[in-house]
């Protein structure tokens, strides 16, 4: 067990107990669309509680003891407050930052370094919204991430990046799976395992960061018309991704009845949460979400094929 899990659970189960955290526990069940077996995160989340501490000052600046699990340089890791997977960690910048902001080598390099520090035995996925759009639920700049424990390819969405032929660290790809525009990158491990020198890591982390950041801006200039830019980043210890998006909420018909799903960046890694069985339900029985997911995002233009 690394330092920061062990800090990361003691700091939890003590949170979860003086009730200075609330977790949201529920059935977790997985959907296919086009051979990518999407999780649905079922929560009995309480939306009063949460709506009373969105209204409250800036969470981030000066947060509570219980949630502090370890001050860095620039940055400190919190417990995330409100939990639908068990030892949810934020990274925050300790002065007040934008979440419109790109991530900066600093900002890649610490939640690198917490990502995989938080769980030793169960990868972690780090995800970052940027923008109006992105499904940002605070505007101080904060990097999640979550333990991803759930059954199968973890998260969804690494389905479609193990179908690409001998990827290349470095190197810009697209998956023909997805509908909706979107860059991905393979991370040189070897190179990061192999390096001593924290400064060599965050530069690089930095400049494969900028080099997606700016091949997702080829993309939107081919397939996009927009002067407000909003994405979702992802990153697990093998790839990057950087999904633009246009809304922040998705609609859905179901039985007569129009539902409205927040969508953040775990719903393009393919985890989709549920607050309650009817949204459950819909999302089941919907036919294609990767479809359905590129209301919220951009969908390719057929005039640049």
């Known amino acids: 067990m690394t330092e920061l899990e062990a800090l990361i659970q003691q700091k939890y189960t003590a949170a979860l107990a003086s009730k200075d955290i609330y977790f949201f526990k529920g059935e977790t069940t997985q959907t296919t669309a086009r051979d990518i077996k999407a999780s649905l995160l079922g929560t009995r989340q309480s939306s009063e509680q949460v709506s009373k501490e969105k209204d409250n000052e800036n969470p981030f600046l000066s947060p509570s003891p219980s949630l502090i699990v370890q001050e860095r340089k620039e940055h400190r890791i919190l417990l995330n407050k409100f939990c639908v997977v068990p030892q949810h960690i934020l990274l925050v910048t300790k002065e007040f930052r934008r979440q419109n902001e790109p991530l900066f080598p600093g900002d890649m390099y610490e939640a690198w370094v917490a990502m995989t520090s938080a769980s030793k035995h169960t990868p972690s996925v780090a995800f970052y919204n940027c923008g109006d759009h992105s499904g940002a639920s605070q505007p101080h700049k904060h990097v999640q991430i979550i333990p991803l424990r759930h059954s199968g390819t973890q998260p969804p969405i690494k389905t479609a990046f193990d179908e690409i032929e001998a990827p290349k660290a ?52 081919h397939h996009a018309h927009t002067t407000q830019l909003s994405y979702n980043f992802i990153m697990t210890e093998e790839f990057m991704m950087l999904v633009p998006r246009s809304k922040a909420c998705i609609g859905l018909n179901y039985r007569d009845k129009e ?25 089941e029985a919907h036919p294609d979400l990767l479809e359905w997911l590129v209301e919220g995002g951009v969908p390719w233009s057929h005039e640049h094929d």
């Open 170 to 221: 470095g190197q810009l790809y697209t998956m023909n799976k997805l509908p909706y525009v979107h860059v991905i990158l393979p991370i040189d491990c070897a190179f990061i395992s192999s390096s001593t020198d924290p400064q060599e890591i965050e530069e690089y982390l930095g400049q494969m960061f900028f080099g997606l950041l700016d091949g997702m801006f080829q993309q939107m200039r």
């Open 259 to 283: 539902l409205v799903f927040p969508i953040n960046a775990l719903g393009y890694a393919g985890l989709l949460l549920c607050k309650t069985t009817e949204e459950k339900e819909a999302l």
